[in-house]
């Protein structure tokens, strides 16, 4: 709880000394066990928010036997708030080359591709270019992999790893059921690891500065730094990189304008944060884990507008497929707008509030299945906004 904020430039950083390729080469003059390991024994953990340890899924996909596997990076970021990986794409894609390549070695992967935003199709020229140099240098390395990149369109649920491969595979881009995870059936329904932009560049950077000084920042439970995209009602909106597991009030303190009454952790589907509660926060994997972004609301927003905010972007981005998400999504929209308009009672909220519960449960994938964070966090913390 007292650890200070540490802003820290990891993943930006370009020295003179910094070689993208060396750190290729670093990476290949070592067994692929011994890479898994490292990575397991650094604790990163997957860099979209979900947490889970990228060594070990590259492990379940190493270990599966298949003459196909696939490497996927998730580049389909559409968390409102959220746009780091379009900086970190644009200014040091090399780096995510890299932790791809090595993704391929260690796996036995022969192909990977950049899973791009629409939105962020003017990326698109830039980074063909940079792999068509990229895609030489690992030919002369004897490394039989090759990267390309395919364009979302436009999906929110499509950063839903299943559904991406849906998409990837000319369907509609809906989420699949799972058990089968994509490390046994992904991409193509082969063996597929499947990790986010950031994640990737960690990889990269843990081999070129080692597990050690990795697992020095950060907390037992969240190692190492991360990449936060700051917005709302601060003086400096940005990209920064800090160490995991700071409370959120020395974030405030940082960040915010000296008015901040809560702040939207993990983007839309992420949770609200009143102001009471910034001390007892801890922004990591054993608090409030985030895929980075970090919305800021002082005194002078309305929390209504922006649950409605919120809701509307939901009901807009729910697939359809399951009842609980679909009609879900469109009650709660339709039913703090009663309330607002006094047609419903104040204890109307609470039904609500178990209608989440319902569509944590019984939604299919975590949309419908995250709706109930910020609306609880909203309703429970800022009631009187809702209702008056
Ligand atoms: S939870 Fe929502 S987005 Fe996910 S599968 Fe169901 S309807 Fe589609």
Redo the contacts with the bound molecule.
């Keep these: 709880m007292d650890k200070p904020i540490k802003k820290v430039d990891i993943i930006f950083e370009i020295g003179d000394d910094y070689n993208a390729l060396d750190v290729l080469d670093k990476a290949l003059a070592r067994p692929a066990d011994d890479i898994v390991l490292d990575l397991i024994d650094s604790g990163l953990k997957g860099r979209g928010g979900a947490g889970f340890l990228t060594g070990l899924k590259w492990k379940f996909t190493k270990n599966e036997d298949s003459d196909i596997k696939y490497v996927i990076c998730n580049a389909d970021e559409g968390e409102p708030g959220t746009f780091k990986d379009r900086e970190i794409l644009d200014r040091v894609p090399e780096k995510v080359f890299v932790g791809m390549a090595i993704c391929g070695y260690v796996i036995g992967a022969r192909e990977g591709y950049i899973y791009l935003r629409g939105e962020y199709n003017f990326l698109v020229k830039n980074l063909l270019n940079k792999l068509e140099t990229f895609n030489k240098q690992l030919k002369e390395r004897n490394l039989d992999f090759v990267i390309g990149i395919r364009s979302g369109s436009g999906a929110y649920?499509c950063g839903?790893e299943s559904a991406l491969f849906e998409s990837m595979e000319g369907h509609r881009g809906?989420?699949r059921n799972k058990p089968p995870y994509p490390t046994v059936a992904g991409y193509n329904k082969k063996p597929t690891v499947i990790n986010n932009v950031e994640t990737l560049v960690y990889v990269a950077m843990i081999t070129r500065l080692g597990v050690n000084r990795f697992k020095e920042l950060g907390t037992k439970d969240s190692r190492g730094s991360k990449v936060f995209s700051v917005s709302g009602d601060t003086p400096i909106p940005g990209i920064y990189e800090l160490e995991l597991g700071m409370p959120l009030s020395q974030f405030v303190d940082e960040f915010a304008d000296g008015d901040a009454k809560a702040v939207q952790v993990g983007g839309a589907s992420g949770s609200c944060v009143p102001r009471k509660k910034f001390g007892d926060t801890i922004i990591g994997f054993e608090g409030i884990p985030t895929g980075g972004s970090m919305m800021i609301f002082n005194s002078s927003r309305s929390m209504y507008n922006v649950l409605h905010d919120y809701l509307e972007f939901f009901t807009e981005?729910?697939?359809?497929?399951?009842t609980?998400?679909?009609v879900g999504c469109q009650q709660l929209l339709k039913g703090i707008e009663a309330v607002k308009r006094g047609e419903k009672p104040p204890a109307y909220l609470d039904e609500l509030k178990k209608l989440t519960a319902t569509m944590r449960i019984a939604?299919?994938?975590?949309?419908?299945?995250s709706v109930g964070n910020p609306f609880n966090s909203i309703i429970d913390n800022f009631r009187e906004e809702i209702i008056y």
């Excluded at 981005?317 to 399951?322: A, Y």
């Excluded at 939604?363 to 299945?369: E, F, H, I, N, V």
Aim: proline share 10%.
């Design positions: 649920v839903e809906e989420p981005e729910s697939c359809g497929q399951c609980p998400c679909r939604a299919k994938c975590g949309l419908g299945q």
